[in-house]
């Protein structure tokens, strides 16, 4: 028997197209997905090299960056207007599927892919967003590429790639009442730093991991970019294939029981071997709150800002990070008011996030000075939480209910955080400027999040101990 | 893409870790459909207060760095999103090689599709350099088929992979080279192999 293997060396032998030496592999690509803001080059470069897509049927576009949440087919900025324009006619003259602004199936790439059942297990998939590694939630290696490789995965389904490094990042125990997949990537983020994992792709293990849903293996994986990994994966087992089961672009009947096969063969082997392997204890992580300028700038709520005066190492940055987020050393996290709070992106907008912070809001009033937003990832969750009355519990409590896109996870449309203005979000990025020129961000789970909407400031979601879930 | 082979220019330090994606070309710049015009944009938010005036406070508006076209950044240069438009906006500012201790592994790819050459180096010598750069006018010279930087002082060799140093030195375009491979792409879609996927269409 040939030696135990991860399930990253199995995709990847998988899809080596060539190999020759002193070259990096040919990798075939299985789905390359687009947005109107890191395609119009790509599309522009095929057309001056006389090019065509060369598996449109591989390849699948969206509209989710600048798209407005309110007032959908109001775009006022010309710019924003001209990209999503230049999209649509790119897909009509290269014959690639898009869900445009007003597709049933519009939404944030990243939740539309796995909705639709495009991303699979075992697959190869790109696009031109470092958020891709989402899809690795799936056992899928995914990973972000920029317009260059766009064009080049569209005129050639392939990517030149050299085997990357592979890291076992193991998560034992179990979380605890109030601790989500969001405080667990924070905290792994903010223990091991954001540039751990450059170079390899990472595969999350253990039985923290083995317990959550596939909407919280999406949230984990989302972040693995925020850790410096373009790709990070987690192997498939029941859970997956369960999620599977009956999405629109999966097979059916005795072909869905073939490819479960197949997609449970790819798990890691036993006694597999990773060039680098990290523990942490679930049961030690709290809800995070990031307080700084990068995602492994966060502690537990419970906590303070730190005290650059203590700390050896980066002190400049730190003093910079606190000074941008207009704060001060040692200042308690509870103590840190907000103005905004945002309920949405590909990290954190799915049906069970909007769910999780509905059961916090439900019969609560958002708080005085506070603006709060929920985006639902895609068209389709927007409807199936709707049918749900998730929309009703947090208009009522003074939220806006907005429509599908990215929206203020980067605030390409109109929804932004003013200069100087302090946000919750549930998205993946807390980096200056990031929700809004001079934007403030701190990053939190759906839950925390809500509860800093009803409070003014952020709480320990877990005194909610009779709403918030195991 | 023009190649590159030696090049010797005016070093900028910006001495700060993290440097991502989004401070070197902040996202209401991300909107246009064209790939020049973006060395305007280049750490926009660094470089200019609200009003569009100047930031004093910011090094690369040190008239002493003026056609500066070596940058030196800190650990883990060019994180956070994958957006091209940062190598676009690195390369049309005018900068033709990047030295840092670390870089983000999407942003060290894009540069070689830009003839941008990164060079990763110790951080004690990138911090050297750092230092020379900071006090007073400093220039190196670049040689990308030896694999050296020399200052006529101080003489230090780089790693590159022999696939990215063909590209730049040849200025490929990546996809002419991909596509006389061409029947082996069909080849391996014609086996079929991998784990059995539907299309989509």
Redesign the interface.
């Known amino acids: 028997m040939s030696h135990p293997k991860t399930i990253v060396e199995k995709i990847w032998d998988q899809h080596v197209v060539h190999e020759e030496e002193g070259k990096p592999n040919l990798l075939y690509i299985d789905l390359h997905l687009i947005h109107e803001v890191t395609s119009p080059q790509a599309f522009e470069g095929l057309r001056m090299a006389g090019r065509k897509v060369r598996r449109p049927d591989r390849t699948y576009a969206t509209m989710d960056h600048n798209v407005p949440t309110i007032h959908r087919n109001i775009i006022k900025d010309e710019v924003s207007k001209k990209q999503m324009e230049t999209l649509k006619t790119n897909c009509e003259e290269f014959g690639v599927r898009l869900a445009d602004i007003n597709h049933p199936d519009q939404g944030i790439v990243h939740v539309i892919g796995p909705e639709l059942g495009l991303t699979q297990p075992g697959k190869t998939i790109v696009c031109g967003d470092s958020h891709t590694s989402t899809h690795g939630a799936f056992g899928a290696l995914a990973f972000g590429i920029g317009t260059s490789e766009v064009e080049h995965v569209l005129a050639t389904q392939s990517l030149w790639q050299a085997p990357p490094k592979t890291l076992q990042v193991n998560v034992d125990g179990v979380l605890g009442t109030g601790v989500t997949a969001k405080d667990l990537i924070l905290a792994i983020i903010g223990k091991y730093g954001v540039r751990f994992g450059t170079g390899h792709v990472i595969e999350y293990t253990g039985e923290a991991v083995r317990n959550l849903s596939m909407e919280e293996r999406m949230t984990v994986c989302n972040m693995s970019i925020e850790a410096g990994a373009r790709a990070g994966l987690i192997s498939p087992d029941a859970t997956t294939i369960d999620y599977m089961r009956g999405k629109r672009y999966v097979p059916e009947g005795k072909d869905f029981d073939e490819a479960a096969e197949q997609w449970l063969a790819l798990a890691s082997d036993e006694g597999a071997e990773y060039d680098q392997t990290l523990t942490i204890h679930a049961d030690e992580i709290e809800p995070q709150v990031t307080w700084g300028t990068n995602p492994s700038q966060c502690v537990p709520v419970g906590g303070r800002v730190p005290d650059p005066d203590s700390i050896e190492e980066d002190r400049d940055g730190i003093e910079r990070a606190i000074e941008y987020m207009g704060l001060e050393a040692n200042q308690s996290i509870e103590s840190i008011p907000v103005e905004h709070v945002f309920i949405g992106s590909c990290t954190n907008s799915r049906l069970s996030d909007l769910r999780k912070a509905a059961e916090i809001v439900r019969g609560g009033r958002v708080h005085e000075g506070v603006r709060a937003l929920v985006v639902p990832g895609s068209k389709s969750v927007k409807d199936a939480a709707e049918a749900e009355g998730l929309d009703t519990i947090f208009l009522t409590a003074g939220f806006e209910w907005r429509d599908a896109g990215c929206s203020m996870c980067l605030a390409m449309n109109d929804d932004i955080v003013p200069p100087g203005e302090r946000c919750a979000s549930t998205s993946n990025r807390n980096f200056e400027g990031r929700q809004g020129n001079g934007a403030r961000t701190h990053l939190v789970s759906p839950e925390m999040a809500a509860a800093a909407a009803l409070e003014g400031h952020f709480v320990d979601v877990r005194k909610y101990a009779s709403t918030v879930g195991g | 893409m023009e190649p590159i082979k030696q090049h010797r220019g005016l070093v900028y330090p910006l001495d ?3 440097v ?1 994606t ?2 070197i070309i ?3 710049f ?6 020049q015009g973006f060395g305007q944009f280049l750490f926009y ?1 660094w470089r200019f207060n ?1 009003d569009g005036t100047l930031r004093e406070d910011f090094s690369l508006n040190d008239p002493k760095y003026d056609g500066a076209s070596v940058l030196v950044g800190g ?2 240069f060019g ?6 438009h940062a ?1 676009w906006a690195i390369q049309d500012y005018g900068f033709k090689v990047v030295i840092a201790p ?5 942003f060290y ?2 540069c070689f ?2 003839g941008i050459l990164p060079i990763q180096l110790p951080k004690p010598v990138v911090d050297q350099l750092m230092e020379k750069a900071t006090k007073e006018k400093y220039e190196v010279k670049v040689d990308l088929e030896k694999q050296i930087i020399d200052d006529g002082d101080l003489e230090v060799s780089f790693d590159i ?3 990215h140093k063909e590209m730049l030195l040849n200025g490929w ?3 002419a080279v ?2 006389t ?2 029947d ?2 069909d080849q ?2 014609k086996q079929n ?9």
């Not at chain 2, 991300?30 to 790939?35: A, P, Q, S």
């Not at chain 2, 670390?102 to 999407?106: L, V």
């Not at chain 2, 784990?195 to 269409?201: E, F, N, P, W």
């Open positions: 700060r870790s993290n991502d989004d401070q902040p996202k209401q991300l909107k246009r459909i064209e790939r938010n609200e650990e883990n994180c956070g999103s994958s957006r091209e190598p670390s870089f983000a592994d999407i790819n894009n599709k830009n992979q022999s696939y375009d990546e996809i991909t596509l491979y061409e082996k792409i391996y879609e192999k991998g784990v059995k996927t539907l299309g989509i269409s």
